[in-house]
C-alpha cells in the first residue's frame, strides 16, 4: 500500500538503521529459479495475512518477504514499495523476469482484491482466476492510487520490469483465517485462503508457464 506520507521511515535503510533485525523485523528469502519472484515489504504485523499468503509460494517460486514481528505497533516498519531499498530485495528482484507482489490495504466493509502492476495482461489473467475461484476482484487503472506502477517500485526492478500487483482488503485478508491474531493466523488457515492461494496459483501457471 502506498502511503509514504504516512511512514516513519523514508527508506529500509533508515529502518534497519533504528531497528534491530530478528527482534523488530525478519527477512525470509528463498530462492527457486530466475523467472518468478513472490514478495512483500510488508509481512507479518505490517499487513496482517500478508505472509501466511507469500510464504504459500516458497519452494515452488522465488521468495522476498519482509516480516514486522515487534508484538505491537509493527506500522512504523511500513516503508513504502518506491522507497524500499533493502539490498537483498534489489538483488533478487533484478535477478528475476517478473515480480509478483502482496500488500493489504484497509477496508472492513469489503472482501475484495485490487490488481495492478505495469504487466496489464497477467494482471488480467489474475483477476480472471480469482473471479472463477469465487472472489471479487477488480484490475486497476494504470493510474490509480494502488496500481503499482511507478518504475521506482521494488516490484518493477526486476529484469523486464513487468510486475503484478495484488491490494487485497482487510476484510478479504480476515476471512481467510479462523483467528486473525498475530499468533492465531499461522494456524487457523480456513477454506477460504486454500481456495484463494489455489486461484492465484493456477493464475501463475497460466501467466508465466
Known amino acids: 500500500m502506498n502511503r509514504a506520507a504516512a511512514d516513519q521511515y523514508a527508506s529500509f535503510k533508515e529502518l534497519s538503521q533504528n531497528e534491530i533485525e530478528g527482534t523488530d523485523y525478519r527477512v525470509f528469502a528463498q530462492a527457486a529459479g530466475n523467472s518468478l519472484l513472490v514478495m512483500s515489504p510488508h509481512g507479518g504485523g505490517i499487513e496482517p495475512g500478508i505472509s501466511e499468503i507469500v510464504k504459500a509460494f516458497a519452494g515452488g517460486y522465488s521468495v522476498y518477504l519482509l516480516e514486522g514481528i515487534k508484538l505491537r ?108 491474531s498475530r499468533k492465531g493466523r499461522d494456524a487457523s488457515k480456513n477454506e477460504v485462503f486454500d481456495r484463494y492461494i489455489k486461484a492465484v496459483k493456477e493464475g501463475a501457471a497460466d501467466a508465466y508457464g
Open 73 to 180: 505497533g509493527n506500522h512504523v516498519l511500513h516503508v513504502t514499495s518506491d522507497h524500499f531499498d533493502d539490498p537483498r530485495a534489489i538483488e533478487m528482484a533484478a535477478g528475476h523476469e517478473y515480480v509478483l507482489a502482496f500488500h493489504g490495504y484497509y477496508e472492513l466493509s469489503h472482501c475484495r482484491t485490487l490488481v495492478g502492476g505495469t504487466d496489464r495482461k497477467r494482471a488480467e489473467v489474475f483477476v480472471d482466476s480469482l473471479r472463477r475461484h469465487g472472489f471479487s476482484a477488480e484490475l486497476l487503472e494504470k493510474s490509480a492510487r494502488l496500481s503499482g506502477t511507478s518504475p521506482k517500485s521494488i516490484n518493477n526492478r526486476c529484469r523486464t520490469g513487468l510486475s503484478v500487483q495484488f491490494e487485497i482488503s482487510t476484510a478479504q485478508r480476515k476471512a481467510m483465517f479462523d483467528r486473525f
